[in-house]
């Protein structure tokens, strides 16, 4: 059974959909030529960027800079935006620890921050906060991949590399490596 479309804008053809030739196109201004490409202005696009993903000030800045931009627009556009709560590197700290404090050490997450334009003062802070619990996430992300001690040295030397590629300190890795958090 076959059902007619009525006012179907295109024409379904294999491979995808083509337009008719009679409907314009989206660069024709009706008259034979065609539009310039919209301007958009720094605050714009920096909204555009911040609607995809969260960004620091620092981060936000340097993406911006590319954009052939003048200083005084950028620092202006950010302070806009930094005013109405839209840029916040405490909100980027947030954000990255609860998605990659689970799997990450210490010294991997604050590489992270500091990849990221965060301030040194802000990174710092949360990385006091997270010390307390690096031995309980490291203990956490061992048993899920390994679960027993090791009894070879081949095999203890694997598990401690796993987890200091994670960012796990030495002191943690020994300790979970070596069994001793299990005791506690």
């Not at 010390?131 to 996430?137: F, G, I």
């Amino acid at each position: 059974m076959r059902a007619a479309v009525v006012n179907w804008p295109f024409k379904v053809i294999q491979g995808g959909a083509q337009a008719p030739a009679d409907t314009p196109k989206l660069t024709d201004t009706g008259r034979g030529k065609t539009a310039a490409p919209p301007v958009t202005s720094v605050k714009a696009r920096a909204v555009s960027l911040l609607a995809q993903r969260e960004y620091s000030r620092q981060a936000l800045r340097d993406k911006l800079i590319s954009d052939d931009a003048s200083e005084q627009e950028i620092e202006d556009a950010l302070a806009q935006l930094e005013a109405r709560g839209l840029v916040s590197d405490t909100r980027v700290v947030e954000t990255l620890v609860n998605r990659r404090a689970g799997k990450l050490g210490g010294m991997r997450l604050r590489q992270e921050l500091q990849a990221k334009g965060v301030s040194p003062e802000l990174v710092a802070e949360t990385m006091a906060g997270l010390k307390d619990s690096e031995l309980a996430r490291a203990l956490a992300i061992w048993q899920k991949k390994f679960g027993h001690v090791a009894t070879d040295a081949a095999t203890r030397n694997r598990q401690a590399r796993f987890l200091a590629t994670r960012g796990f300190s030495g002191d943690v890795v020994r300790q979970v490596v070596a069994g001793v958090a299990d005791e506690t």
